[in-house]
């Protein structure tokens, strides 16, 4: 005899089967781009979707470094909302004294997504309405195709339906599961939890606060070809004119077998001189990382008269949140102010891709090369010690140091 226990449980894997793993994937990389932008992540829910989206705004916070919030979390503004202002209105309001930008997210977990036509989950209509009017991204894990949420988001996971009977016990059973996994995504974590951090370490590594090592990237004239003109390097204006290179796709995979993260750190000048918007700048990036595995992009969009800290040569794109262990990363650039970058950030190696451009070198790189798979080499080769290796071998003496140097391959390479 079956038991409601075992025909339960066989739905469960089923739907675990049937799970849409690709729609995953695009909500994973829809998260990791709003990252990347410096955008927040407002988490709307009711009922169990209230509580998963309490839960779920402490592991992206503590697990993949996002700025996240859930109003339901405010019991008492809540409830104020609600008892001076209507129920479906307070998720919206809440969002509007939040200051809801283009830049953010909104996330729903819903059952069935909303529906004005049906008076259901109104107060997450009337939310999703806003963050439409606003232009952010909208996101959920729903467990109707026909709702409200499922229409209009821009990533949407739909929790199967195999037993009519047991819709919200599975919808809500596998949001936990979904966000669970995102928050463990490659692309997305950027801390472990409590018992896999305390998993064994590997050899001459020990744990501590810094996050793991990256290879910040700059990205044009690295990943793809920069428009050269007068020997001056200029960024593509749209999709359509960017061309990867053709090495780039092998050797960040050679990166990422070895387990760094993949960080593309990037100055686009042209939107504050009004030359690029932003949607274009994004639109490049995001055909970029549909081809490449690209964990994350960091954008500095100023010009130098707005002295910000983010603008290369400044470091701040590097030690933006997510945090990295910097003395294991690298940073690859072609530009004299990705070296002078790296160097003020604190990253264990520079590597110069000499592009040709005729600029001037104020600052030494750790190695000199001329495409990124010859980076590649460098760096997983064990020459990478860096600075602070080279800056302790000087203190024994420049014929040691070279001594040591030319036996470990350290120094810039000889081309």
């Known amino acids: 005899m079956t038991t409601f226990s075992r025909r339960y449980l066989d739905d469960t894997a089923r739907i675990a089967a049937a799970l ?111 963050a439409r009017s606003v232009g952010c991204s909208i996101l959920g894990i729903v467990g109707r195709d026909g709702g409200y949420a499922a229409r209009v988001a821009d990533a949407c996971v739909i929790v199967p339906t195999v037993n009519a009977a047991a819709v919200t016990p599975h919808t809500e059973e596998f949001q936990a599961v979904i966000w669970h996994l995102l928050v463990s995504h490659p692309a997305l974590q950027t801390a472990p939890a409590k018992w896999e951090s305390m998993t064994p370490w590997p050899a001459g590594e020990k744990p501590g606060e810094a996050g793991p090592p990256a290879i910040f990237l700059d990205r044009d004239g690295v990943l793809n070809a920069a428009v050269v003109r007068n ?136 190695a000199a090369v001329h495409s990124l798979s010859e980076a590649v080499d460098w760096i997983l080769s064990g020459r990478r010690q860096g600075r602070a290796d080279r800056r302790e071998g000087s203190a024994r003496g420049s014929s040691e140091r070279e001594g040591a140097s030319e036996a470990s391959g350290g120094g810039i390479p000889r081309k």
């Open 20 to 130: 849409d793993a690709d729609a995953i994937e695009r909500l994973a990389a829809a998260l990791a781009l709003v990252r990347s932008r410096g955008g927040r992540l407002f988490l709307l829910g009711v009922g169990g979707g209230a509580a998963h989206a309490s839960h779920a705004v402490n592991d992206f916070r503590k697990l993949a470094g996002f700025e996240a919030y859930a109003p339901t979390d405010n019991v008492s503004e809540v409830t104020a909302r609600t008892n001076d202002e209507g129920w479906d209105t307070v998720f919206a309001a809440w969002l509007l004294e939040s200051r809801l930008r283009r830049e953010d997210a909104v996330f729903v977990f819903s059952v069935g997504g909303g529906s004005a036509e049906r008076h259901i989950s109104e107060n997450l209509v009337k939310a999703l309405e806003l």
């Open 231 to 366: 020997r001056k390097p200029f960024p593509p204006s749209t999709v359509d004119e960017l061309r990867v290179l053709p090495d780039v796709k092998d050797a960040l995979a050679r990166l990422k077998a070895a387990g760094y993260r993949l960080v593309v750190v990037t100055n686009q000048p042209d939107v504050a001189r009004g030359a690029q918007t932003r949607d274009g700048v994004e639109a490049i990036n995001s055909a970029l990382g549909a081809q490449l595995p690209i964990d994350e992009f960091r954008v500095c969009y100023h010009d130098d008269r707005d002295g910000c800290t983010c603008r290369k040569p400044k470091p701040g794109l590097l030690l933006r949140e997510p945090r990295h262990d910097l003395a294991r990363s690298a940073i690859v650039g072609d530009r004299g102010k990705d070296v002078e970058a790296g160097v003020q950030a604190g990253v264990g190696a520079t590597v110069f891709i000499d592009r040709g451009y005729g600029e001037p070198l104020h600052t030494k790189p750790d």
